[in-house]
């Protein structure tokens, strides 16, 4: 009986662990599954693939860029999102490039460009941004650079200033947030990230289509009804392209790509413009930081507008920065 018994409770307990083992490898499928539903949906149309790019190589992967126009180099920057790409400046493109030879690439990790699964840091990027401009451009260049990208072009400025000439920021984040630096919640966060299956599903969840058009339109966008649906669905598909997208959202969910650029804003030689929306929330607190730090920075408020004034209000914004330039 005792046998019997203990035969019984092994079987029991064998039989728990299969529906355990069957119930994880199904959702294991199941979310495998919705990773590569979701990927194909959300890349099918190729928006980006749509208007003509070269290739740049750099160490770490390959850099999409447009180049277009003649005159003196111009290098536009555009958000260090994982959704972001060079089409943020395509309303402003056409009009610039009638006196320079305009830039856009997209950054590593974003758009068209290589989305290696490492861990994006300030460092890497200013790297990438002196090496474009020094093997590719090769001379003095002005820069456009917005949001969180502005203290990529800082920290390039610095280390090297001989690449660099006037220098416009459009609506960068606060400086007291380059202070922040990977804790273990970042870490632990990152770890889950990378995870094959279940971090690839998470990253689906955060950067989703309703949650990207909550944040991107809510936001950003004094008027998100006049804002095009195109708009979200190439940020929709910049998330979803490559490699492995997740890797710079969670690098940048992490602090990896934060950088105190105080020091180096005081220092840097550059004449430098920022252009902020009226609409902006913090844009006013923002600017005076930036202001308090090197006093010699110009600033320009757009009204009807908030982050980003060259897709709201490009005629305005190509008045101001020809003026400057």
């Known amino acids: ?21 069957s119930l994880a490898a ?19 149309d190729e928006t980006l693939k749509k208007t003509r790019f070269s290739v740049f190589s750099f160490k770490e992967g390959k850099i999409a860029y447009r180049e277009e126009g003649s ?9 260090l999102k994982c959704y972001a ?34 861990i994006y840091t300030n460092f890497l990027y200013t790297e990438v941004l002196n090496t474009f401009i020094r093997t590719k451009i090769g001379n003095k260049t002005d820069v456009i650079c917005e949001g969180a990208s502005v ?41 889950i990230l990378n995870l094959p299956v279940f971090g690839t599903f998470l990253y689906h969840i955060a950067v989703g289509r309703q949650p990207l058009a909550e944040q991107i339109f809510l936001r950003d966008f004094f008027e998100p009804c006049l804002i095009p649906d195109s708009y979200l669905n190439t940020r ?16 940048i969910a992490g602090n990896y790509t934060c950088c105190d650029i105080r020091t180096s804003l005081r220092d840097l030689p550059n004449e430098v413009l920022l252009i902020t929306g009226a609409a902006e929330k913090d844009g006013n607190r923002t600017a005076e930081e930036f202001y308090a730090c090197s006093p010699k920075i110009n600033r320009i408020v757009l009204g009807k507008c908030k982050r980003f004034p060259q ?15």
């Not at 294991?28 to 990773?35: G, Q, R």
């Open 1 to 21: 009986m005792v046998a019997k018994s203990a035969e019984r409770r092994f079987m029991k307990t064998k039989n728990k662990v299969i529906l355990f083992l």
């Open 26 to 44: 199904a959702s294991v499928l199941a979310a495998d599954l919705t990773n590569r539903i979701i990927r194909i949906r959300a890349t099918m």
């Open 71 to 79: 005159g003196s180099p111009l290098l536009l920057i555009h958000d």
């Open 85 to 118: 790409s060079g089409k943020d400046w395509e309303k402003i493109v056409p009009a610039l490039s009638e006196g320079h030879t305009v830039y856009t690439p997209d950054l590593l990790g974003c758009g068209l460009s290589d989305k290696p699964n490492l």
């Open 151 to 191: 203290p990529l072009v800082v920290m390039a400025a610095r280390m090297a200033p001989e690449l660099f000439g006037k220098i416009i920021f459009i609506s960068p984040e606060s400086l007291s947030k380059g202070v922040k630096a990977p804790d273990k919640s970042g870490r632990l966060y990152r770890t």
């Open 236 to 251: 929709y598909e910049s998330a979803h392209l490559g490699d492995s997208p997740k890797s710079l959202y969670a690098s």
């Open 311 to 325: 897709i709201e209000k490009p005629a305005d914004f190509l008045r101001e920065v020809k003026d400057f330039l």
